[in-house]
């Protein structure tokens, strides 16, 4: 690019349209980057930087994100079964 004082007057409208363009773009960009639900023009629902809801068992995709139960070689832990002398009522 040649310096600023040798262009003729036509080439530095031309490159003030174009700096007017680009100026006009990043602005838009930023406009669209800072809307959030904190500013009031834009719905919470909007927001793109909110994590996924959901716990265990959310689906992502069809698929779920974890396994169901414990982990391989996990400890199992159980109650020890009462002897028949324990038990007071059955259920019918």
């Given at each position: 690019?040649k310096e600023l004082?040798?262009?003729?007057?036509?080439?530095?409208?031309d490159?003030?349209?174009?700096?007017?363009?680009r100026?006009?773009?990043?602005?838009g960009?930023?406009a669209r980057?800072?809307?959030t639900?904190?500013?009031p023009?834009?719905?919470?629902?909007?927001d793109?930087?909110?994590?996924a809801?959901?716990?265990?068992?959310?689906?992502?995709g069809?698929?779920?994100?974890?396994?169901?139960?414990a982990?391989?070689?996990h400890?199992?832990?159980?109650?020890?079964?009462?002897?028949?002398?324990q038990?007071?009522?059955?259920?019918?």
């Open positions: 690019m004082t040798d262009c003729s007057r036509n080439e530095l409208i490159i003030l349209k174009q700096q007017n363009v100026i006009a773009e990043l602005e960009k930023i980057l800072s809307k639900a904190s500013t023009s834009k719905p919470p629902s909007s793109v930087t909110k994590p809801k959901g716990g265990k068992s959310a689906k992502v069809g698929t779920r994100k974890r396994e169901i139960g982990d391989p070689g400890q199992k832990h159980q109650r020890k079964p009462c002897s028949p002398g038990i007071d009522q059955g259920f019918s």
